[in-house]
């Protein structure tokens, strides 16, 4: 098994086309997280041209609402939760700069495209282990709409984020890789 590669947010035009389906990845920097009810607000100031809560250009969002920070520790358990939900919104974002996502599940048809179009990387991140996920988080900061509890937008620094590229620029699908792969034939 190959070495990880090493990235630091925010990404490249360079970083994203390094990446293949399959490639483990230590990220490390700030990333923020946001999930749906987050997005739809962000797509929203988008359309009404207002500006957002943080610049898009190379940014890492993570699907993630963590639990309570337990003492001592910045956040606490930060698993991955499903990405289809942030589907309606993925292209709206990548096309503003977003250059990549952190998920768990296949992305839409939709989502792909804009990947493959705009020059952005979906990861898969290990579900159920939040706890460990955690681990990685050395900072959290809520930075917009509080209101949303777990959901609201924070700002995470990290390091060695451990992530799976799975989907690429070039239309690479680790979900149906994988799939078709291991199909009995």
């Known amino acids: 098994m190959s070495e990880p590669i090493r990235l630091t947010t925010p990404l490249t035009d360079d970083d994203v086309k390094r990446l293949r389906i399959g490639d483990r990845v230590l990220l490390s920097g ?4 946001a999930r749906d009810a987050a997005h739809k607000r962000l797509v929203a100031l988008i359309k009404e041209g207002k500006p957002l809560p943080f610049d898009l250009q190379g940014q890492v969002i993570y699907y993630m609402g963590p639990s309570p920070a337990p003492p ?13 939900r942030m589907d309606p919104y993925a292209p709206e974002l990548i096309a503003n700069g977003l250059k990549g996502m ?14 493959k179009k705009y020059g952005a ?22 930075i917009a709409y509080p209101e949303l509890g777990p959901e609201a937008i924070r700002r995470l620094e990290v390091k060695d ?8 620029i070039y239309g690479g699908d680790l979900y149906e890789d994988g799939v078709k792969r291991y199909a009995l034939s």
């Open 30 to 33: 700030v990333i923020y997280s």
């Open 72 to 84: 001592g520790r910045p956040i606490g358990a930060a698993g991955p939760t499903t990405s289809y």
């Open 102 to 115: 952190i998920g768990k599940g296949a992305r839409n048809a939709e989502v792909k495209e804009a990947m």
């Open 121 to 142: 990387v979906y990861f898969a991140a290990i579900g159920g282990a939040g706890a460990l996920m955690s681990q990685s988080i050395l900072s959290a900061e809520v």
């Open 161 to 168: 984020l451990p992530i799976v590229v799975a989907n690429d």
